[in-house]
């Protein structure tokens, strides 16, 4: 509803982030650098958790998808 919330949010998708890495260690370990090249941010009112190969090109269609 308002910037703050938005910051909660990005706030929880880092922890959320932190604990699937943590998990993936001991049973997909193969995954981690996945993780490790996570993207989160916050634009607008959005808090975004990216997780891909290509993060950068992922990210790129949000903006695009959002800004048009």
Avoid: C, G, W
């Avoid at 699937?20 to 607008?44: I, N």
Wanted: hydrophobic share 35%; proline share 4%.
């Amino acid at each position: 509803k308002d910037s703050n919330d938005t910051v909660t949010a990005e706030n929880s998708l880092r922890d959320h982030l932190e604990y699937r890495t943590s998990l993936y260690k001991t049973y997909a370990p193969e995954q981690v650098p996945k993780l490790d090249k996570a993207a989160v941010f916050s634009y607008e009112n959005f808090a975004v958790l990216i997780i891909s190969d290509n993060p950068s090109d992922v990210k790129a269609a949000f903006m695009n998808a959002v800004n048009n």
